[in-house]
T-cell receptor, first 114, second 113 residues
């Protein structure tokens, strides 16, 4: 069974600064994928970034990047130059090839201070 | 752009009522999902469907059923609503591949009185 743990329920960051959201996971599969999803207030959840476990290089999407530590089963999201529009709930999720269903963490609420 | 729509943003029902939540996607996706989202619990999968008339139970199927008669539409049914089913319900769809992007609807906030 897969598990995804987001231990911090809330974080806050000053506009233009950098923040890192933590996530750990557990799986016995060798073939798996990791995701970060963003859910803005009263808006639809969208995919932020995806990481294939077989890739050593950390995924990057503009201001969003991940720190994927496979041995530690850690998958953190770094947001650089934080903007007010980054304020949202962020969910970490995993998916295995054998299962094809996303397993979500409990989410973290990020607030951005102007 | 992929569009996933849900029939209602807010719904209030009485205990014991039969409740239908509808989800429609416009991108011919094979896979569709129903989740419930509760504070401190994240998203939990109720049911999913990988083809018309096909369905599989997720992690918390008790008290729910689903219907997928057409590819674009996936319905979640609460046969006899109870107060512990008060929650945010999210629908999602995904193309064939397991690692394809999953697209979410705006959610239905259901309150059962």
């Amino acid at each position: 069974a897969q598990t995804v743990t987001q231990s911090q329920p809330e974080m806050s960051v000053q506009e233009a600064e950098t923040v890192t959201l933590s996530c750990t996971y557990d799986t016995s599969e060798s073939d798996y994928y990791l995701f970060w999803y963003k859910q803005p207030p009263s808006r639809q959840m969208i995919l932020v970034i995806r990481q294939e476990a077989y890739k050593q290089q950390n995924a990057t999407e503009n201001r969003f990047s991940v720190n994927f530590q496979k041995a530690a089963k850690s998958f953190s999201l770094k947001i650089s130059d934080s903007q007010l529009g980054d304020a949202a709930m962020y969910f970490c999720a995993s998916l295995t090839g054998a299962n094809s269903k996303l397993t979500f963490g409990k989410g973290i609420t990020l607030s951005v201070r102007p | 752009d992929v569009k996933v729509t849900q029939s209602s943003r807010y719904l209030v029902k009485r205990t014991g009522e039969k409740v239908f939540l509808e989800c429609v996607q416009d991108m011919d996706h094979e896979n569709m999902f129903w989740y419930r989202q509760d504070p401190g619990l994240g998203l939990r999968l109720i049911y999913f469907s990988y083809d018309v008339k096909m369905k599989e139970k997720g992690d918390i199927p008790e008290g729910y059923s689903v219907s997928r008669e057409k590819k674009e539409r996936f319905s979640l049914i609460l046969e006899s609503a109870s107060t512990n089913q008060t929650s945010m319900y999210l629908c999602a769809s995904r193309e064939g591949g397991a690692t394809d992007t999953q697209y979410f609807g705006p959610g239905t906030r259901l309150t059962v009185l």
